[in-house]
């Protein structure tokens, strides 16, 4: 378990993990109420069926209220700042920034992830410090670097006091103005977001729908590289009938970790010693230091320093630059870092490793990534 660890780091990290036991259960206790689901069909080649919350089921009104509420400026500290902000429509719902900008233009630490097929996904954010998309969509609200707002009572506050929404949360759930509370608000737009899902793409009618002509030979070739030499498909899966292109884990590829190796034992002592449980939402997007922890400031185990979740890939072409601090600005900077085998460090995940690609090699798999780009991809409702 700690063969790669520097023993001097041990000490630290069992106390680290010792505190954040006790956190983690109840965050988990407080984050799982939504885990018994059902499914819908997706009805999208190459997607499965889409998984819905059994207390959050799909209405038409409600996703119409959702996307109402996501798209609402009002709902930050200087009325400038939506999760439309961020995570722009017209953009594959990416903002094209390194690291995303919030009120007053402040900067996190975290490059904005698409909401494309977060649907599907086990766990939200890059170190999944959420499990699901109700929960994921109440942090960035009170966070000083992005909507900065003091309390969700501010947002409820402006909920109350417009006709419109207090009209559209009664149709929605039922409840007169007093009764609107946060949760309200997050299932509304978990369901605006559950409608957010891309597939039909040049590969999946080559994969799925069996269209010989669909992919370049290129890109043919890329696909053959993506599932054997390059062994994309080891983390970025594809399955019989369906891609969503994620094994929902995390891994240490080393990106960004350079920031904070030279001072890791400095970092984990300072964390030990402050016996906190896991680091919130508000510390990673403003503290560097606790960003590059990557999974392991949310879990406190070892193997989880410095890896970040595995993100989808559909609409990849659309959606850079890439890595959770935004470093690389195309796809094929993406594939050297594979090709070296990642960055070199104590907790590299052991699966990666150099691959030894030509050049031929890497120009194919950066035209078959640029074939998961769906010909339509999912818009505000009108």
């Not at 109350?160 to 929404?165: I, N, R, S, T, W």
């Amino acid at each position: 378990m700690f063969s790669r660890i520097d023993s001097k780091y041990l000490g630290y990290i069992f106390l680290i993990f010792i505190f954040y036991c006790v956190g983690c259960d109840s965050q988990k206790k407080k984050d799982t109420d939504l885990t018994e689901l059902t499914y819908i069909p997706s009805g999208i080649l190459g997607l499965p069926d889409l998984p819905v919350p059994k207390n959050n089921p799909q209405s038409s009104d409600k996703i119409s209220l959702g996307a109402k509420l996501y798209s609402d400026k009002r709902f930050s500290s200087d009325g400038t700042v939506s999760c439309a902000t961020c995570h722009k429509p017209e953009q594959a719902f990416v903002d094209k920034l390194k690291v995303s900008r919030g009120i007053k233009n402040l900067t996190g630490t975290r490059n904005a992830p698409t909401v494309l097929n977060a649907a599907y996904y086990k766990t939200q954010f890059w170190d999944g410090r959420r499990n699901d998309l109700e929960g994921q969509s109440k942090d960035p609200l009170l966070n000083p670097v992005e909507h900065g707002l003091s309390s969700h009572d501010d947002l409820i506050k402006i909920v109350k006091a417009d006709p419109e929404y207090t009209s559209k949360f009664k149709t929605v759930f039922g409840i007169d103005p007093d009764s609107i509370r946060i949760d309200h608000v997050a299932l509304a737009i978990a369901s605006f977001e559950r409608t957010i899902i891309s597939g039909n793409s040049p590969f999946d009618r080559y994969r799925f729908g069996k269209e010989e002509k669909a992919l370049s030979e290129s890109a043919i070739r890329g696909l053959n590289l993506y599932m054997g030499k390059a062994r994309c498909q080891d983390c970025h899966t594809i399955g019989e009938t369906y891609a969503i292109f994620t094994d929902d884990k995390f891994h240490n590829l080393g990106v960004g970790f350079k920031r904070i190796q030279p001072k890791l034992e400095e970092i984990l002592r300072k964390k030990a010693e402050s016996k906190n449980s896991p680091t919130s939402d508000e510390e990673i997007l403003t503290n560097l230091e606790s960003s590059e922890l990557g999974r392991f400031a949310v879990t406190g185990i070892s193997e989880d320093l410095g890896t970040f979740k595995t993100p989808g890939l559909r609409n990849i072409a659309l959606t850079s630059p890439y890595m959770h601090d935004g470093s690389l600005t195309s796809l094929e900077q993406v594939i050297d870092l594979y090709d070296r085998g990642g960055e070199a460090n104590p907790f590299l995940s052991s699966g990666i490793r150099p691959l030894a690609l030509s050049g031929q090699e890497k120009a194919d798999l950066v035209s078959f990534l640029k074939s998961l780009t769906s010909p339509v991809l999912p818009s505000m409702p009108k």
